[in-house]
């Protein structure tokens, strides 16, 4: 089994925003989207150049801030 652990930190997100965030990082591990290209899929904020919506299951929210 593979664990994958991703810390974000933020004021406010998007509805999937994290999901999508972490899909996409998944896809940068298997090659598929170099460090590169994560970068220019993060600075387009173009949702369609990102890698798919990683799935709610195994997702864990820590806790909010105020």
Do not use: C, N, Q
Request: proline share 3%.
């Amino acid at each position: 089994m593979i664990e994958i652990i991703i810390e974000v930190h933020g004021t406010a997100f998007l509805r999937k925003r994290v999901r999508i965030l972490a899909g996409t990082l998944v896809y940068a591990g298997r090659r598929r989207f170099s460090a590169a290209d994560v970068s220019a899929i993060l600075a387009s904020r173009d949702r369609r150049r990102a890698g798919p919506t990683a799935p709610a299951h195994g997702l864990t929210w820590v806790r909010v801030d105020d």
